[in-house]
């Protein structure tokens, strides 16, 4: 399996593979991790006592409803092994961490469902999907799904006793943020996971956290470490969560991520490059040279998404950054493709 962010071994300048929120990383948040170092001749708290209060008062849910994880992948792991599902449902193309996570389970068959359709999805679920993945948005190609789709999707699971597994990581940086977490009550085989680590651009910590019914939660956390958050993770997580409340972070992040994107959008289809329309902080375009390796050679590094299922080589990613990054990367690909 491979991913965005291997930058070890590599002389790059700038890493345009990884997908975080190009403003950065808010003082508070690292702040709450320095001061955290103060602690850490102290075990973390077991039961998350004060994040998980944090993250229920941003959900809007009880501390019950909510455990937090290290990073979306590990919860996807530990979900996966909860449910221990025979037969599987993603969509193509899709995050490749979902594979790797069903895979561990050995003997799940995957099924796979094209993006493109995703609005006739609720009619195509029956019992014989033990569980369906799904993210909004989706990841490599950046796209909402229609929030009344989602709920659709989710009923038909809750009819069907498919679990359900909706991966949000993105969704508080994209054009559309009605979030499925509100219906766990509701939907009591769906779990949402989401990452502080995408959208605070701390990747290096760890820090995610799903919401699903009390009954879900307390079966999950036996599935995980006994001590899944370290305390700068724990200490990052409530600054976090902070913040989200108070929505400014947020705001100022979309707008820059969409006149951002826009700019990207529009230098890449002058190049003559097939662009997937992105509603988040990335970008999938289709380009018929080998962009990888060239870009490379210059320190920039891009994900080849060559080895997403659905897609095909000469498909690529790139992240939103600040202005003076992305168009160090369109200057870059001017002088490749001689534009």
Known sequence: ????????????????????????????????????????????????????????????????????????????????????????????????GYEYALAAEGNCRVFRYPEEEICSLPGKIDASADLLIIANPNNPTGRNIDFRTMIEIAEKCEETGTCLIA??????????????????????????????????????????????????????SMHLPEWS??????????????????????????????????????????FGFEIVPSDTCFILFRAGEDLYGKLLERGLLIRDCSDFTGLEKGFFRVSVKNHEANQFLISALRDIIGY
Do not use: W
């Open 229 to 270: 958050l370290s305390v700068p993770a724990l200490e990052a997580g409530i600054a976090c969560a902070g913040i989200m409340k108070e929505k400014d972070y947020l705001k100022n992040s979309c707008l820059m991520i969409k006149n951002e994107r826009s700019y990207l959008e529009r230098s890449l289809s002058e």
């Open 167 to 220: 991966d949000e990581c993105f969704l508080s940086l994209s054009e559309h943020k009605e979030s499925l977490s509100y219906f766990v009550r509701r939907f009591r085989k769906m779990f949402v996971v989401k990452a502080f680590t995408k959208t605070f651009a701390i990747p290096g910590i760890r820090i995610g956290y799903v919401v699903s019914s009390e009954e879900n939660i307390k079966k999950l």
């Open 1 to 96: 399996m491979s991913h965005g962010g291997d930058i070890f071994e590599k002389n790059i300048v700038f890493d345009y593979s990884v997908s975080i929120n190009p403003m950065g990383t808010p003082a508070r948040v690292t702040d709450a991790i320095k001061e955290s170092l103060e602690h850490i001749s102290e075990y973390p708290d077991l039961k998350q006592r004060r994040l998980r209060k944090a993250l229920s008062e941003l959900e809007g849910c009880k501390p019950e409803e909510v455990l937090g994880g290290n990073g979306s992948s590990g919860l996807f792991h530990a979900i996966v092994q909860m449910i221990r599902p025979e037969t599987a449902l993603l969509i193509s193309p899709c995050f490749s």
